[in-house]
């Protein structure tokens, strides 16, 4: 019987759709943070030579695990093991 690895913070993925896909160079990578505020840290520091990706990021909003974040303080947004976190681009049109 396998043991589940509670020592480390909770593994999942990030997703990333349009503008945040395209700086990213990615469609998804995993996570392995406790809050959204961690995760997204982390993202940017994997991809700090596209400084691109920091500015989308910036003008973005988040679902984790389908749930809107809205204006919660992303550090106050728990991550789950195994869940997913989209990050979605400010969208054209209507």
Known sequence: MAMKN???PPAGTLRYWAAAKAAAG???????AA???EALDA???RH????????????CSFLVD???VGTRDH????LAEGGTVEVLPPF???
Request: net charge positive; proline share 8%.
């Open 75 to 78: 550090k106050t947004v728990q």
């Open 66 to 68: 389908g749930d809107p």
């Open 48 to 59: 700090a030579a596209r400084p691109e990706f920091a500015r989308v990021l910036g003008r």
């Open 26 to 32: 990615t469609a998804e990578e995993p996570y392995a």
């Open 35 to 37: 809050t959204l505020a």
């Open 92 to 94: 054209a049109g209507g």
């Open 43 to 45: 993202a940017r520091q």
């Open 6 to 8: 509670t020592a480390g």
